[in-house]
């Protein structure tokens, strides 16, 4: 079975500029959830999906924004990029969402950001 | 809102020597608890989790957790740590269908 997958595993933008990245979940997985894993913070919650809908947000600013589409992967925008966005994104599916059931988040291997 | 704490940022342990690492929450409802390792260079990996039941679990690589229900506490133990076991080990919580995570704790163990 393939894990979570994500990509691009690096990229590297300027101040201001946008950034996209990808999430492919496991297979049967409706849920996506999307964290950012700056150094020294741990891992911060910044927006769950679950079929095709925005279902919560973290304490982000609305620069961070995505979507998920009809066969349930995702992508993670973030706009007017600055430095503190510097941080490793990971991405992690669940069977559905985490409130229902005996459900677990298998994360990807992340993609990291750095802007400069 | 749910929060996750973990007492020690770093810890460094020699082979063989017994591990404990303190993790303590706070929420009002029922948690679904859970410990994620992060090996060098490798993704986050589910270590164990606690859903109701037995509050003793026991995960991977001889790794377990004790649920304190009065101590909102779940602390992760091994017996006995392996060079292998170097990695950071993050706590974490489930409420409101999002997962919290403590800042993590970096475990080096010296061969």
């Known amino acids: 079975e393939a894990g979570v997958t994500q990509s691009p595993t690096h990229l590297i933008k300027t101040r201001g500029q946008q950034a996209t990245l990808r999430c492919s979940p496991i297979s049967g997985h409706t849920s996506v959830y999307w964290y950012q894993q700056a150094l020294g913070l741990g891992l911060q919650f910044l927006l769950w999906y679950d079929e095709g809908e925005e279902r919560n947000r973290g304490n982000f600013p609305p620069r961070f924004s995505g979507r998920q589409f009809p066969n349930y992967s995702s992508e993670l925008n973030v706009n007017a990029l600055e430095l503190e966005d510097s941080a490793l994104y990971l991405c992690a599916s669940s069977l559905t969402g985490l409130g229902s059931g005996a459900n677990v988040l298998t994360f990807g291997a992340g993609s990291r950001l750095t802007v400069l | 809102a749910q929060s996750v704490s973990q007492h020690n940022h770093h810890v460094i342990l020699s082979e063989a020597a017994s591990l404990e690492l303190g993790c303590n929450y706070s929420y009002g409802g029922t948690v679904n608890l859970f410990w994620y390792v992060q090996y060098p260079g490798q993704h986050l990996q589910l270590l164990l989790k606690y859903f109701s039941g037995d509050p003793l679990v026991k995960g991977i690589k001889g790794f377990e957790a004790e649920f304190i229900k009065s101590k909102f506490s779940f602390n992760l133990r091994k017996p006995s740590v392996q060079w292998s076991d170097t990695a950071e080990y993050f706590c974490?919580?489930?409420?409101?269908?999002?997962?919290?995570f403590g800042k993590g704790t970096m475990l080096l163990v010296s061969p």
């Open positions: 974490a919580v489930n409420g409101y269908s999002t997962l919290t």
